[in-house]
């Protein structure tokens, strides 16, 4: 069973997401926030991780190039997935070694294929 | 003897026809052998001459020189100042002066005014500096003297002047031939510009030579000065170059920073909407694909969050329509009789649900049951929901939020505390502006469109009322919001040049009334002017009087109230209106419900700029004595102000510094209303009177006892209600507080015997107080007085570290201080006042302890924290 990460803080969110990927069989595994984020990531591994940007603590784009840095994580694809729809927002986090960059309001469906693409390119 | 004569002879020096004549006379006399010594004697002569025309020319050549090379250097200064030394110093060097004085003419003063000095002693440069010369003077000053050229000679008999030198060679005095400079005597040569306009003047004495100079050196002196008249004009004209450039860059950057913010508004609020919008459509999305699998608790859980999220969405909308209506400046403003407690009740409980979904603690600290005031509630919902909101925000899982709402003596105090991140100082002002976010980069970490309180400020403004916000220590920030029961009402003609800058004529004019009312806690007070023509008085603002009033209200010279104080430039304290009051209650009617009323002139160098009329003491005392010393200390701190704000161009900084100046007094809340401080305030101004302190000393002290503890707002509540005792550090914090008291002041212009007052008042008598250690009589009188009325005033009132104590306890210690931090002169007659007012205190004392007890359970700011 493949292992998500979500981190966003908001509650909606991470309900929306825990649950369309808990229906497509995904362990879900999520938190307020990137610092956790890494922590968790860290401790275990999973398969892949989505990232809101505007967080408390660190952004999403300072985990994801925290997480891209460190060999324990660096093979983990990420989704930026944030309501920064700025011009060079999309450039700054794809710059940041994030393998995807989804703006918002996003569509649940496009999101777990999305994650199906991601999983099988890893493979 | 004859070759002795013809040496003597003047004629002799330049003799080129005479001497060989005479030689001749002398050869037809029949001596060859006296010729050639006469011949020798002459060429002797001419040579000695020779060498001297050629030093003296070459010594003109040096001077020359060095004139030239100082006119260079002087042109290259572009700085006014630099400028100025320059000249000065060029004087002693290049021409040869002991002591200049350099004054320049001021066209705002219309004086001369000494501001550069070369070659005098620190003492006397100092005795100098800013000393004013009116062009009345000048003009005396020069037509007693002698005149040479263009310059003047001042202190000498009139044929020792340059002048009676010009018909015979001007080598004379270069030679040393001059008469001798005599003591006392002074120099005055003036600066003429291109266009002939007498731009300053030099004061020269002491020249190095010990002689009245010659007209060679006067025109060599001249010469220079033209010089520097010249430079000083383009440096003038470079300065203000320069300083129209800074504003422009100013006025650029400011541009700039409003289009930043506008651009990130526009981010902003795209992320703001997006957000509640994400949820609404991925909910939505989910529903339609999964409607028939859904358990109906998640159908009933994904409604809810579309609801609640389209709610968030409309609420984003409202308040950038808000942003729209501030702009058009609220004309459908709804006022009516608010209970403001009663709308923090209602709204109390919306905000504790958020507390509690947020892991926050939220509290409420009403003062009364009812605290009504003219409002529209609909905005007041507004801005408290914004401000609520706000502070939630920005705190933390595990902080607090407290809410107040206290009646103060001419307003109402909203305050919204948080423990969360607090505001950078530097930012602390710009919170309020639209659009503006203390990080409005994309990798915030918090949303929000930066206009909340933008309308929170626009919403207080458009009560009468200020908003502003500060930290607290040791983390959080709180918001003060003051709402007055009685607003300012201003003249409509009130200039509005002023809008642009940070400091509006509304604004100032507002607070000044504020300041006024609520430092002598009174219901009404008005500022009247005189009109152009200086025919009528009327109303430039008042508090507490209607509109109309406002508007009509013209008093010819000598009628009414203030028209009296008009015509005979005096204090008026009417304590009985209906005995004295006569004919003015016709113009003045029903306004007076207390009979006792204050009228004071606001006199600028003798011309009356406007009399302040006061009265309805909220206590519903009459106005007294003490009030009216109280108030003429005041006056000229309002004329400074009144004439600093009609020169606006002062710029905005400056302003800045009033308005906190008036933030920080006004905020204190220490109304002079019946209360425990202001009976201990009444027996020092008592004891002053009885040890017969001068008049001015009185008026200093009597407004010194208002605000000489201000400053102590600038230390952190923790330190000041700390229930044990202080370490070192926290002790100079406490300190501190003097210093900053004179900070706030500033703005203020207090002479220096005020400061001296308020910086003094921690000595004690035996030289072991601060700031200064200062011991026995070289403590000012006033300071030592003060010192007792604070250490009276905080005995009697409740410390975290201790109890109130009675009046018998906190006469006995202040008792055992005498000699030790009390003037045993003054303490034994203040502590005799204090006997005197002892039923009042008492009265007060039981007041305050029931006040006290209502209020508990809420932490009470002690009126005057003090460490004493």
């Known amino acids: 069973m493949y292992k998500v990460l979500i981190a966003d803080d908001e509650h909606n969110i991470r309900n929306i997401l825990d649950f369309s990927l808990h229906a497509e069989g995904f362990l879900v595994l999520s938190v307020l926030n990137g610092e956790d984020a890494f922590q968790l990531a860290c401790d275990e591994r999973p398969d892949l991780i989505i990232l809101d940007i505007m967080m408390p603590g660190k952004s999403g784009i300072e985990i994801c190039r925290d997480l891209k840095a460190d060999a324990r994580t660096a093979s983990i694809p990420v989704i930026l997935l944030t309501a920064c729809a700025g011009t060079g927002d999309k450039e700054a986090g794809l710059a940041a070694g994030a393998d995807l960059y989804i703006t918002k309001p996003f569509s649940p469906q496009n999101v777990i294929e999305s994650v199906h693409d991601l999983l099988g390119a890893a493979r | ?32 052998a006296v010729w050639l010594v006469l011949q020798w004697a002459a060429a002797k002569k001419r040579r000695a001459h020779l060498r001297h025309r050629v030093r003296t020319m070459r010594s003109r050549y040096r001077t020359l020189e060095s004139i030239l090379s100082v006119s260079a250097r002087i042109n290259a200064t572009r700085d006014l100042r630099e400028l100025r030394d320059k000249v000065a110093a060029a004087v002693v060097e290049a021409i040869g002066f002991g002591g200049v004085v350099l004054y320049t003419w001021s066209e705002t003063t219309r004086v001369f005014q000494a501001v550069s000095f070369a070659g005098l002693a620190p003492r006397e440069q100092a005795s100098l500096a800013g000393h004013q010369i009116s062009q009345e003077d000048f003009d005396a000053l020069t037509s007693a003297a002698s005149r040479t050229s263009n310059c003047y000679l001042i202190g000498a008999d009139p044929e020792s002047s340059v002048a009676d030198k010009t018909d015979h060679d001007p080598d004379d005095a270069a030679r040393g031939g001059g008469r001798s400079w005599g003591h006392g005597m002074q120099l005055i040569a003036p600066l003429i510009d291109q266009s002939g306009a007498n731009i300053g003047f030099l004061r020269l004495e002491r020249p190095a030579a010990g002689c009245i100079p010659s007209l060679v050196e006067i025109h060599q002196l001249e010469f220079l000065l033209k010089q520097s008249a010249t430079a000083m004009e383009s440096a003038r004209v470079y300065d203000n170059l320069a300083r129209r450039n800074a504003d422009l860059a100013h006025v650029s950057d400011r541009m700039n920073s409003l289009t930043d913010m506008k651009n990130n508004f526009v981010a902003n609020v795209s992320h703001e909407l997006r957000t509640p919008l994400t949820s609404i459509a991925a909910y939505t999305e989910l529903l339609q694909k999964n409607l028939t699998t859904l358990s109906p608790q998640s159908l009933e859980e994904f409604l809810q969050v579309i609801h609640n999220e389209s ?45 509690k979904e947020r892991d926050t603690e939220f509290q409420t600290d009403l003062g009364s049951a009812e605290i009504v005031l003219p409002l529209d509630p609909m905005l007041m919902q507004q801005m408290l929901t914004h401000l609520v909101g706000n502070a939630f925000k920005f705190t933390p899982a595990g902080g607090r939020v407290i809410v107040s709402v206290r009646e103060e ?37 918090h949303n929000g469109q930066g206009v909340g309180l933008a309308i929170c400020r626009d919403i207080v403004v458009h009560h009468d009322g200020r908003i502003w916000a ?182 905005a900084r400056h302003f800045e510094a009033v308005r906190n100046t008036l933030r920080a007094t006004t905020a204190v809340g220490r109304a002079r209303h019946e209360s425990i401080l202001a009976v201990c305030q009444e027996i020092c101004l008592a004891t002053a009177r009885s040890i017969d302190l001068p008049a001015d000393d009185l008026a200093r002290l009597a407004f010194c006892l208002q605000f000489y503890d201000v400053g102590l707002d600038r230390v952190s509540p923790q330190i000041i209600n700390k229930p044990g005792p202080l370490d070192d550090a926290e002790r100079r914090f406490v300190q501190e507080h003097v210093g900053h008291t004179l900070g706030i002041l500033e703005p203020l212009l207090l002479e220096a015997k005020a400061k001296q007052l308020i910086l003094h008042h921690h000595e004690n008598f035996d030289g072991s107080g601060y700031p200064a250690g200062l011991a026995g009589e070289t403590i000012p009188p006033g300071a030592r007085l003060v010192r007792l009325a604070d250490t009276l005033a905080s005995l009697l009132s409740p410390r975290p570290w201790r109890d109130a104590m009675s009046l018998a306890e906190a006469l006995e210690a202040i008792r055992r201080g005498v000699g030790v931090e009390f003037c045993p002169r003054m303490a034994p007659v203040f502590l005799d006042e204090a006997e005197r007012r002892r039923e009042r205190i008492l009265a007060l004392q039981a007041i305050e302890e029931s006040v006290r007890m209502r209020g508990a359970g809420h932490e009470e700011v002690p009126p005057l924290p003090v460490m004493s």
């Open chain 2, 1 to 32: 003897m004859l070759a002795a004569a013809v040496i003597e002879a003047p004629d002799v020096v330049h003799a080129g026809l005479t001497a060989p004549l005479l030689a001749a006379g002398l050869l037809a006399g029949g001596g060859a």
């Open chain 2, 409 to 445: 003596v001419t307003a109402v105090r909203i305050t919204v505390e948080d423990n969360g991140i607090g505001i950078p100082p530097d930012k602390l002002d710009e919170i309020f502006d639209s659009f503006y976010q203390v990080d409005g980069s994309s990798t915030r970490r």
């Open chain 2, 470 to 651: 500060e930290n607290v220590a040791p983390r959080g920030t709180r918001f003060h919001v003051l709402l007055p029961r009685r607003p300012v009402v201003l003249q409509p003609g009130d200039p509005q040049k002023l809008t642009g800058l940070p400091f509006e004529a509304g604004e100032f004019m507002q607070r000044l009334m504020h300041w006024v009312s609520e430092s002598l806690g009174v219901q009404l007070a008005t500022l009247m002017v005189p009109d152009q023509d200086g025919e009528f008085l009327t109303i430039r603002a008042a508090i507490g009087l209607p509109e109309a009033v406002v508007q009509s209200a013209r008093l010819r010279r000598g009628a009414g109230f203030a028209g009296k104080v008009w015509a005979t430039g005096e204090t008026l304290l009417i304590d009985d209106l209906e005995v004295e009051g006569d004919a003015d209650l016709e113009t003045n009617d029903l306004r007076y419900s207390t009979p006792s009323l204050l009228a004071v002139p606001l006199l600028n160098a003798g011309t009356l700029v406007g009399v302040i009329t006061v009265n309805n003491k909220i206590d519903g005392r009459p106005l007294g004595d003490d009030d009216r010393v109280f108030l003429e200390s005041l006056v000229p701190r309002i004329t400074a102000l009144l004439t600093r704000y009609e020169a606006w161009q002062d710029g």
């Open chain 2, 311 to 355: 709610v968030k969405l409309s609420d984003i909308i409202t308040d950038i329509l808000e942003l729209s209506q501030m702009e058009k400046g609220r004309p459908g403003m709804n006022q009516v009789a608010t209970d403001l407690a009663g709308m923090v009740r209602h709204l109390g409980g919306s905000w504790k649900t958020r507390a």
